[in-house]
């Protein structure tokens, strides 16, 4: 195997964006994953463009306001799976002025509302239809020479031998490979449904019963969710599928009729302070890339061209 400038540990969105982002810059690149990408956690996420569970961080705006930007323009080249949607965003809180993260989108306007709201957010936000995306990403990194290879590591050490500088974008598995106890997961849990037309994404994070979103695609529509920090298994729920369906219904009518078509469940990557994006200070040569939550699609492109300044420095 003739050895790669940058070895990226994982097939994630995040490993994916970073791998192409390097490989943009001229390095040489292989891929290392676990489980093809079309298999990893991030195709089950609804990815619409949002922060979700992020805390305020200038890193964190950062990356939000260069990856918006960035889709915005994917979606405007006919990327696959890449639109450009409107957002309404339902307040129950007390609403005292823009979010942090307002400025990232650049068009985000509050309006009065009836209660139980106290505000509606209205803004556009790319989201992603994974499947297709992670195709796309793939089939760029090959046709720039990069390789995609399957392969489990029991330490990050072994990825050395594909190259001398290592990114670890490895999302849950971090909490072992890095020996990092402050990564868990948070378990996510989606109905798909029959779109009847819907082209508006819809949220309620506000609700009492629970984070409620609406995110329309071209052929269904993604019914959310839940966000259970610590809970590490992917079992169904019929009671929690029922739920949901309920809370979306009452929040967008329209999809009263709509037949279920699947559901989805899965364990976002999550982390106790944020993602973690840095050079290891032990091992100059590996740098970390991995913690993003529910928010990996979020800030995936401008996290990348950060992982890509860092490990072209090493």
Known sequence: MTKA?????????????????LQRRGARVTVLTAHDP???????AAAVWYPSHTEEDPRVLRWARDTHAEL??????????????????????RYAGPPWWADACGDLVAEPAEPPYTALLRFTAPSVEMTSYLTWLRKRL????????????GALAEAYEVAPVVVNATGLAAG????????YPARGHVLLVANPGLTVSVRDEDDPAG???????????????????????????????????????????????????????GLRPARHGGPRVEVDAADRRLVHAYGH??????????????????????
């Open 176 to 183: 072992r490979l890095a020996a990092d106890p402050a990564v």
């Open 293 to 314: 939550g529910g928010a990996g699609v979020t800030l995936s492109w401008g996290c990348a061209a950060e992982v890509a300044d860092l490990a072209l420095s090493v």
């Open 211 to 265: 984070i409620t979103y609406v995110h329309p695609r071209r052929h269904d529509v993604v019914l959310g969710g839940t966000y259970e920090a610590g809970v590490g298994h992917t079992r169904p729920d019929q009671e929690e599928s029922a739920a949901i369906r309920r809370r979306c219904v009452a929040l967008v009518p329209q999809l009263a009729d709509a037949p279920v078509l699947g559901e989805r469940i």
């Open 38 to 44: 079309a298999d990893t956690v991030s195709t089950v």
């Open 142 to 153: 090959e046709a720039g020479g990069g390789r995609i290879v399957r392969r489990a590591l």
């Open 72 to 93: 915005r323009r994917q979606a405007a080249d006919g990327v696959p799976g890449v639109v450009d949607r409107p957002t309404r965003m339902w307040l129950r809180h």
């Open 5 to 21: 400038d940058v070895v990226v540990v994982g097939g994630g969105v995040i490993g994916m964006t970073t791998a192409l982002t």
